[in-house]
């Protein structure tokens, strides 16, 4: 492995342990709730069907999320900040994921 690339590494991790011990802040904040989810689905010009079965959750909690009735958690929660942060690879990933599961 290139001895820079370690190096941004350890340093990349040793921010996060500083975050999470709280002597650190985040450099950026990515924040889900019912709107960002609406604009998420809507930049990546999906229907709530469509995206609800890319992220493998049922219409209905798409539903709720989108109308503030509940919040996303763990994994999902996680999936959506993934895809907020990089919309071109994360959904392209999915769509492949989708497609494999089709015909495997």
Same mark, same amino acid.
């Given at each position: 492995m290139d001895k820079k690339l370690f190096a941004?590494?350890?340093?990349?991790? %040793? %921010? *996060?342990?500083?975050?999470?011990?709280? &002597?650190?802040r985040p450099a950026r904040v990515t924040k889900v709730d019912a709107q960002s989810i609406k604009v998420l689905r809507a930049k990546a010009g999906l229907t709530q069907e @469509?995206?609800?079965?890319?992220?493998?959750?049922?219409?209905? &909690?798409?539903?709720?999320?989108? %109308?503030?009735?509940r919040e996303p958690t763990g994994p999902a929660k996680a999936l959506i900040r993934a895809? &907020?942060?990089?919309? @071109? *690879?994360?959904?392209k990933a999915l769509e492949v994921g989708a497609t494999m599961r089709k015909t495997g």
């Open positions: 941004d590494l350890v340093a990349s991790m %040793q %921010q *996060h342990n500083e975050i999470i011990a709280g &002597t650190r @469509k995206f609800a079965a890319l992220i493998q959750v049922d219409l209905s &909690t798409l539903r709720n999320w989108e %109308q503030g009735r895809i &907020t942060n990089d919309p @071109k *690879h994360v959904l």
